[in-house]
């Protein structure tokens, strides 16, 4: 039995989620080493949460256009701007990934009224949206990159997309308040 072309996506981007939670709870939950600070780490964690920012930033006006650009008809940069959208989330990751992995996690320095009402809230609704999202966005992203422009309309692309989208770019838009929150004075 041969598995078409048009039904792979599912079970990829399904692998693909749960090898990025794999290596997501493997970070976040592993014991960690007693110190891995030297200077070269301290300066990278401190450059760190800005770089994860821009990636954000720019990710997000990347969404936003080619959410724009499809919905004008500019299907050529709609299929530039998604992909590159979906390379910077890779390069976040990673970045994200190595700043847990050394130990770079910053408590919210504000009131605790901020902390308990405004910003808890965000940040909930940011990782949920987040965790959601990674597996319909692959999916969308491997029918985009494996399918010709006239064999999409007849796949799952638009209905999903059409949700994971926004959540995309709802949750890139929170994690930006969130990293405004934590790098904040009060």
């Not at 599912?10 to 997501?24: E, K, N, R």
């Not at 847990?100 to 949206?129: C, N, R």
């Not at 994690?175 to 904040?184: C, T």
Request: glycine share 6%; charged share 10%.
């Amino acid at each position: 039995m041969s598995v078409k072309k048009e039904n792979l996506p599912f079970p990829v981007s399904i692998i693909v989620t749960v090898l990025a939670y794999g290596i997501l709870s493997f970070v976040i939950f592993r014991e960690r080493p007693a110190a891995i600070r030297s200077d070269f780490v301290t300066q990278l964690l401190g450059i760190l949460p800005h770089a994860i920012a821009f990636v954000n930033a720019l990710s997000l006006v990347l969404l936003m256009a080619g959410w724009w650009f499809i919905r004008h008809g500019y299907i050529k940069l709609h299929r530039i701007a998604m992909p590159s959208a979906l390379g910077l989330i890779f390069v976040f990751l990673v970045m994200y990934v190595t700043r847990i992995y050394l130990g770079g996690i910053k408590e919210f320095p504000g009131p605790d009224s901020l902390y308990y009402f405004v910003y808890l809230p965000i940040l909930t609704v940011h990782l949920a949206l987040s965790i959601i999202c990674i597996q319909p966005v692959v999916y969308v992203a491997l029918i985009g990159l494996t399918h010709t422009v006239e064999d999409i309309p007849r796949t799952g692309h638009r209905q999903v997309g059409r949700i994971a989208v926004p959540a995309w770019i709802l949750s890139l838009g929170l994690g930006l308040v969130v990293y405004a929150m934590l790098n904040r004075e009060y």
